[in-house]
């Protein structure tokens, strides 16, 4: 994440940067913002853990080496963490569209929900009306385009999987945050699939689309481990339906909208 020379160990106080806190909890890790004057990037995660008091209490204190500027609880309530001027510690090892340090680049909001590993569900409403407010607010006050709204899953996709599947990105499209469109219908057969161990030109052209579209994927021909899990990334975030790593027409199709789109 960085060395203990340049990070802060302690929580500096501030005062709110969004009219949509409610609390704030300062957390130990962040540090300046490297070569950048703010952020324009906008990264969305669930906490994966049983309560928002219990992640926010991991997420203040430095031995986590992790931190967020924003955390929104089930019943909407936001507590911001680090000041959004600050290089908070929450992308970890990530890439989009080539840039590595993704936590210079953006602000990381954590979205209560115990994950995939702890009873995965819905988010609710109130919660999610929260963050769309918040959203909006730091995607208008840093001029952040809507291509650059992503899930951790986006930038980590060999390591995360949040938000998950249920998160209602079409809801904050209709709000104006993020890129959307609506996915193409699934298939009802596996014709022009495209499977892990599969090579040949095909997958040089899938791979070179989802490189451009922002996502680290080499070239390379081969359907290997790294091109299942961005293509279930990508489901994840876009195509929903289904999300099991293979490179059907529905999600082919849905990328290449996309991509007009950006």
């Known amino acids: 994440m960085t060395s203990a020379t340049t990070a802060a160990t302690v929580p500096v106080y501030f005062a709110a940067d969004s009219r949509c806190v409610h609390d704030i909890v300062p957390a130990a890790n962040h540090e300046l913002r490297r070569g950048v004057a703010g952020p324009d990037m906008l990264v969305l995660h669930y906490t994966g853990m049983a309560s928002a008091a219990k992640a926010i209490r991991w997420l203040a204190v430095a031995e986590s080496r992790v931190s967020c500027h924003y955390v929104v609880d089930v019943d909407g309530r936001v507590t911001q963490m680090v000041p959004e ?127 451009a579209f922002g996502y680290h994927l080499p070239v390379t021909g081969i359907y290997d481990a790294l091109t299942e899990r961005v293509v279930q990334a990508f489901q994840r975030h876009y195509r929903p339906q289904r999300c099991d790593g293979r490179l059907d027409l529905s999600t082919l199709a849905t990328l290449e909208r996309l991509l007009r789109a950006v």
Request: net charge negative; with cysteine; charged share 20%.
């Open 85 to 211: 001027r600050l290089r908070a510690w929450h992308a970890g090892v990530s890439c989009w569209h080539g840039e590595t340090d993704l936590n210079s680049a953006s602000v990381g909001i954590e979205i209560q929900n115990p994950g995939h590993e702890d009873g995965y569900h819905d988010f609710p409403n109130a919660q999610i009306a929260a963050v769309i407010a918040l959203s909006r607010d730091i995607v208008v006050r840093n001029a952040i385009p809507p291509s650059r709204i992503l899930a951790h899953s986006d930038i980590a996709p060999m390591r995360k999987i949040d938000p998950g599947e249920k998160f209602p990105w079409p809801r904050l499209a209709e709000a104006g945050i993020g890129l959307w469109v609506q996915p193409s219908p699934l298939p009802q057969v596996k014709a022009g699939q495209l499977n892990p161990g599969d090579e040949g030109a095909s997958v040089a052209a899938a791979q070179q689309m989802f490189a």
